[in-house]
């Protein structure tokens, strides 16, 4: 028997102050004429701690749930939080938040995954054409040499004899509470029967993000008399809450942080394992 476990996460977000912070991440100090005093380590706020405890505690339940078999990890887009929204970051600059992203991956690779994909996230957080993710796995590669450490726009991977598509943007997962999954829907069909035409199996496994919050949706379409069964995933954030989030998703009450695991057994995806920890984000008062 063949099992593959493959780990996904996303929208890590790291250098913004509600974003995913290593605790052991080191950044120079600087003084007045420019020149370095020494390095330290960012100090995490409350919001970071959570993220930090629940990242680390996933990632020991995941590698424990593949016992000895092999974990591939994928890194799906927003490793950095980017310099076009400067309200709240740790660091603007360009260097520091390479730095936090390797960090942000190092107890990844600290586990000895069998390998570790990066897929490039949104211009706006990654310093535009996926400049974060590039630059990390340049890092990456070079601290990990024994661990095959590749950067994908849009991946369609063979991970443990499944076909997996893997790409950062995807469909939204919705404006309301009973809408939830429809457009995912929408795009799932969409996409299967645009290989379907062509004369192509579609995918066993799709995955986004981009949307921080987690949908899984599977659809079966007949053609020709065949069957073919599609799962698809939009993976949940790393990261808390922004104002420009709060304003694009119109004030949600609650926020889902999480890493997800597909399990592989012999060519055939047996289950979607979402780890996931859904938090109020609204202040409470009694008056």
């Known amino acids: 028997m063949k099992r593959t476990i493959l780990a996904i996460c996303s929208d890590l977000h790291g250098g913004h102050r509600h974003g995913l912070l290593n605790p052991e991440t080191l950044l120079d100090e600087i ?25 680390t505690n996933w990632l ?11 974990v591939v990890f994928v890194l799906n887009g927003d490793l950095t939080a980017g310099n076009k929204y400067k309200q709240l970051l740790v660091s ?9 992203g390797e960090a942000n991956a190092a107890p990844i690779y600290a586990r000895k995954p069998k390998a570790v994909r ?18 990390i796995a340049t890092l990456l590669k070079a601290a990990y040499p024994k661990t095959s450490t590749r950067v994908y726009d849009h991946a369609l991977m063979e991970i443990g004899g499944v076909d997996v598509d893997i790409s950062h943007h ?18 799932l069909r969409s996409l299967m029967l645009q290989e379907i035409v062509v004369g192509n199996i579609p995918p066993r496994l799709v995955f986004r993000g981009h949307y921080h919050d987690f949908i899984e949706e599977t659809l079966k379409i007949k053609h020709d008399g065949e069957w ?13 809450i922004t104002d ?12 889902t942080h999480g890493i997800v695991l597909a399990e592989l057994i012999d060519g055939e995806l047996l289950r979607v394992v979402p780890m996931l920890q859904t938090v109020d984000i609204r202040s409470k008062e009694s008056l």
């Open 31 to 55: 003084d007045e004429r420019g020149n370095i005093i020494e390095q330290y380590h960012p100090p995490l706020n409350k919001i970071q701690e959570y993220l930090w405890e629940k990242y």
């Open 60 to 70: 020991s339940e995941a590698f424990d749930y593949a016992k000895r078999d092999e």
């Open 92 to 100: 603007d600059r360009l260097a520091d938040q390479i730095i936090i």
């Open 118 to 135: 990066l897929i490039k996230g949104t211009g706006a957080h990654v310093f535009d054409n996926g400049s974060a993710e590039i630059l």
């Open 170 to 187: 995807g469909p939204p997962t919705g404006s309301r509470e009973w809408l939830k999954g429809n457009e995912a829907r929408y795009y």
């Open 228 to 240: 073919y069964t599609s799962t698809l995933v939009i993976t949940p954030s790393l990261t808390f």
């Open 244 to 255: 420009y989030a709060r304003m694009v998703m119109r004030s949600p009450n609650r926020v």
